[in-house]
């Protein structure tokens, strides 16, 4: 059937728990003529979707839609705007299920109500959205997530709730099969570029519980391949490639730790796709950023990793391509790779480590200058760590060393550090926290009244 509608997309999903609910639902018989002698429904209502449930086929179904597939569209959405027991919205769900998977006209249909109203014919379904109700609510995104898959819907409210209720499910359900579905869902309708930009609008919220999951190792490797493919084609938009990496910097240890431990050749041919994508040639909007994100996969150790695989041999052409990209890109770019370009992407992160240049007596001789550049600019973000909220404060001792080293070289910098209101979680650091912290502190404060007067 789905021959004749070549546009037509089949939103399949491996799921034996979504089966199962629909299974279950359709062993449960609605007698349907009992809602037109309570006048719940219109007695052609009733027939019509009494026809519809009885056949046995899905050749059936269709035979009978053939015969007025615009009739049947509207009066199924009119049914289940009607209704209002759970058992019944479950079958009528699972109906609407069945048609949208295997007979195209009747989806074909539904769509074309958006040329009389554009929030149709998604707004019926949102309402299940919200519901208690754990078959409801699945079989309402499914069915919602079938229909926004077909073409890309230009007004993204629905859209936007749509991702926002499977990332939702995604960072709080309990249930893995639940999780699995949800991530299934997001991956199809990723496959349009218009709605991977209305997910990334709030990646903030949205994309952090997508990353919890693929880290935690739930789940099967068929699981875990949704999941590396949801995140693929994110990165398929220039703007998502670039932000990711940099937003997210523990992807890159999720992807290689992926990679290196797989036991598939698929699953390590997506994560490593992810990382190619993150590198790969960007226009010119976007090309400053991509060579922050070449430096940032650097500095992840993520070149070593990508020679290794590089001396395997692998099967999957994409892959062994996908790889040599990857590491020449790489290898370029270690060439002109300094200090200051790591110490710069820490301090973007908002999160210091114990690298090298931090306890460079070069380091310092040779860029300490850089933090009085444009007013102190660099410095101002340095003292900016030092958080009101101590206990959010990322290894303020390097913070506080690097205060120590910038105030010893530049006395004047003790001024900004009084101005900016540093000096006094410096004194406070003193009485709290690690040794280190408080030694680190207190040297930090002997620096600034030794430089004061100068």
Not at 37 to 56: F, G, H, M, N, P
Not at 103 to 108: A, L, Q, R, T
């Amino acid at each position: 059937m789905t021959a004749d509608y070549p546009n037509f997309k089949t939103i399949a999903l491996d799921s034996e728990y979504l089966e199962d609910i629909k299974s279950n639902i359709r062993n449960r018989p609605i007698a349907w003529d009992g809602f037109a002698r309570t006048k719940e429904l219109t007695e052609d209502e009733a027939a019509k979707i009494k026809t519809l449930s009885q056949a046995a086929t899905i050749q059936q179904k269709a035979a009978a839609i053939d015969q007025a597939p615009a009739v049947y569209a509207t009066t199924l959405l009119s049914v289940l705007d009607k209704i209002k027991r759970d058992d019944v919205l479950k079958s009528l769900l699972v109906l609407t299920n069945d048609l949208l998977l295997g007979v195209p006209i009747f989806s074909e249909e539904l769509l074309k109500l958006s040329l009389d109203a554009d929030t149709l014919p998604y707004e019926p379904f949102t309402k299940f959205l919200g519901s208690a109700d754990e078959s409801i609510k699945v079989l309402g995104v499914y069915n919602l997530v079938i229909l926004l898959a077909q073409r890309a819907y230009t007004k993204h409210a629905y859209v936007a709730q749509t991702v926002d209720v499977l990332s939702k499910t995604i960072a709080a359900s309990t249930n893995l099969d639940s999780v699995a579905t949800a991530v299934q869902l997001l991956r199809h309708l990723f496959t349009l570029p218009e709605y991977r930009e209305v997910y990334w609008k709030s990646h903030a919220t949205l994309f952090p519980p997508l990353l919890t999951f693929l880290q935690s190792g739930k789940g099967d490797l068929q699981v875990r391949y949704h999941t590396l493919l949801a995140v693929w084609l994110l990165t398929f938009s220039e703007r998502i490639s670039v932000e990711m990496p940099l937003h997210y910097q523990g992807v890159l240890k999720v992807l290689t730790g992926i990679a290196k431990n797989s036991i598939k050749e698929k699953i390590t041919r997506l994560a490593i796709a992810i990382l190619h994508n993150f590198v790969a040639p960007k226009s010119a909007a976007y090309a400053e950023a991509k060579t922050k994100v070449v430096k940032v996969l650097l500095l992840n150790n993520v070149l070593p990793l990508m020679k290794t695989f590089s001396e395997r041999r692998w099967s999957d052409e994409e892959l062994v391509a996908d790889l040599a990209a990857l590491t020449e890109t790489l290898n370029n770019a270690l060439v002109s790779l300094t200090s200051m370009d790591e110490y710069l992407l820490e301090l973007d992160s908002g999160k210091m480590t114990n690298s090298p240049p931090h306890s460079s007596e070069e380091f310092w001789h040779e860029n300490v200058f850089r933090f009085k550049e444009n007013n102190f600019q660099l410095f101002k973000r340095l003292l900016a760590l030092l958080r009101t909220d101590l206990s959010s404060i990322y290894n303020p001792q390097i913070i506080l060393n690097d205060v120590t080293c910038v105030v010893s070289k530049i006395p004047e910098a003790s001024k900004v550090v009084a101005q900016t209101g540093a000096k006094a979680v410096i004194m406070e650091l003193m009485t709290i926290g690690s040794p280190e912290v408080r030694y680190e502190a207190l040297k930090a404060t002997q620096a600034l009244v030794a430089n004061t007067f100068n």
